[in-house]
């Protein structure tokens, strides 16, 4: 945490207070996914964190031709990873975040992508132990398209079925449950915790 809090910069957007304990929230849950991995540095990649004071509307400018700049408005967020070394989070989302151990936590999901990333892009396959990625590709794939079924089928699976969107968003809503629900996730998909287990060097079910 202290790397982390030296290392990366905290920018206000929207008139957004940043206080201390807002830094050392996402300080801590973001270290959190590294407790397990020493072998990993502190998100060698993300250099900002963006924060606005509640759930937000990106806007993103193109070019239209000819000087003139068109603006998309697009769906409303309370996190985002880039792949440029940013993620941009709302500070309401944070404190309920950590207020709720029910695996929905903005900030475990966002830096779950961070994490991700760490192993050469965002692809729901992140930096794990040798030898353990053919295991965890199969894996991740099965329970993928298993939630991907649930979904489709209307039915209230354990994982959010926002996972359902992707083996990126899938990777990352996972790692909410992990290690939010550690007890429960291993009950309900223990082929899948067990992988997690390695990949992250912990045991969420035994804290």
């Known amino acids: 945490m202290r790397l982390f809090l030296a290392r990366k910069t905290f920018v206000p957007c929207q008139g957004t207070r940043v206080d201390n304990d807002i830094r050392l929230s996402v300080a801590g849950q973001a270290c959190l996914l590294l407790a397990g991995r020493p072998d990993l540095e502190v998100y060698p990649e993300l250099s900002t964190i963006y924060l606005h004071p509640s759930t937000y509307v990106r806007r993103d400018d193109r ?3 000819g000087g003139a700049i068109a603006t998309d408005e697009e769906a409303s967020f309370d996190g985002e990873s880039w792949d440029h070394g940013a993620v941009v989070l ?17 900030v ?3 830096f779950a992508h961070q994490f991700d990333s760490m192993a ?3 692809d729901g396959c992140p930096p794990m132990p040798a030898g353990l990625m053919i295991d965890w590709k199969h894996a991740l ?3 993928f398209h298993a939630l991907r079924a649930a979904d ?9 079925p926002y996972g359902a969107e992707s083996p990126v968003e ?11 629900l550690g007890p429960e996730f291993e009950a309900e998909h223990p082929k899948l915790y067990g992988m997690l287990r390695e990949v ?3 045991d969420p079910a035994r804290w």
Do not use: K, Q, W
């Not at 500070?91 to 151990?101: C, D, H, P, T």
């Not at 990352?172 to 939010?180: C, G, P, Q």
């Open 63 to 65: 070019s239209i031709g």
């Open 108 to 110: 475990l999901h966002e």
């Open 90 to 106: 709302s500070v309401r989302s944070v404190r309920l975040s950590f207020r709720f151990l029910d695996g929905f936590n903005v």
């Open 120 to 122: 050469g892009g965002s």
């Open 152 to 160: 489709d089928r209307g039915e209230d699976p354990f994982l959010d």
């Open 141 to 143: 794939d099965d329970h």
């Open 170 to 180: 899938f990777f990352a809503v996972a790692v909410e449950a992990f290690l939010e």
């Open 200 to 202: 992250f060097g912990m």
